[in-house]
């Protein structure tokens, strides 16, 4: 059974940058994808991007290009979010998600396994 | 990126009743998409993906349906720990994008 442990929560000031981590148990580590989803106090969900550990290179939404880094540690089947440059918009839930990996033409990834999330208070 | 539009946002229900609740994409996502269940204060949980196959555990009562831009999620008849905030997902493109959320609650 595949569980995700975030880390702790984190308050950070404006202008800095956060790291977030969510180490796997159970399932296949390399070969799932790890996904990192956001939400906003009241709001709704928000992807940021991913990563399939086997492959190293992750994907992300445009609207984080260049301010989030999402790697993934194979030894420890952990996976990282870094988000640069904080603001205050920035405060919110961040969650890790893995799923399966399927290779069509293309590939793609769901989330099938949530963790608890990981709560960035951005104030100065 | 592709748009996702959930109707209604808000679906008042009795329990026991049916629910059908509306995904529209803005482009095809051919049956790249799923359904999440969240309630407050928790992380969200798979309930369909690939449109219409139910994730491990989740009851038969919940059904997926739809392909291309158009889906639908049901729930054949509410119990009162279905009342909560329901996400679809799609996967097909990048970025991967949510729709905002349609809010089940007790009417």
């Known amino acids: 059974q595949v569980q995700l442990v975030q880390s702790g929560a984190e308050v950070k000031k404006p202008g800095s940058s956060v790291k977030v981590s969510c180490k796997a148990s159970?399932?296949?580590?390399?070969?799932?994808?790890i996904s990192w989803v956001r939400q906003a106090p009241g709001q709704g969900l928000e992807w940021m991007g991913g990563?399939?550990?086997?492959?190293?290179?992750?994907n992300y939404a445009q609207k984080f290009q260049g301010r989030v880094t999402i790697t993934a540690d194979e030894s420890t089947s952990t996976a990282y979010m870094e988000l640069s440059s904080l603001r205050s918009e920035d405060t919110a839930l961040y969650y890790c998600?893995?799923?399966?990996?399927?290779?069509?033409?293309?590939?793609?990834?769901?989330?099938?396994?949530w963790g608890k999330g990981t709560t960035v208070t951005v104030s100065s | 990126d592709i748009v996702m539009t959930q109707s209604p946002a808000t679906l008042p229900v009795s329990p026991g009743e049916r629910a059908t609740l509306s995904c529209r994409a803005s482009?095809?996502?051919?049956?790249?998409l799923a359904w999440h269940q969240q309630k407050a204060g928790q992380p969200p949980r798979l309930l369909i993906y690939?449109?219409?196959t139910r994730a491990t555990g989740i009851p038969a009562r919940f059904s997926g349906s739809g392909s291309g831009t158009n889906f639908s999620l049901t729930i054949s008849s509410l119990q009162s720990e279905d009342f909560a905030v329901y996400y679809c997902?799609?996967?097909?493109?990048?970025?991967?994008?949510f729709g905002q959320g349609t809010e089940v609650e007790i009417k």
């Open positions: 690939d449109a219409s």
């Open positions: 997902h799609q996967y097909n493109n990048w970025p991967q994008t």
């Open positions: 159970g399932g296949t580590f390399n070969t799932d994808a």
């Open positions: 998600a893995r799923g399966p990996v399927v290779v069509a033409k293309s590939y793609y990834y769901y989330m099938d396994v």
């Open positions: 990563i399939i550990p086997i492959f190293g290179t992750a």
């Open positions: 482009q095809s996502v051919s049956n790249n």
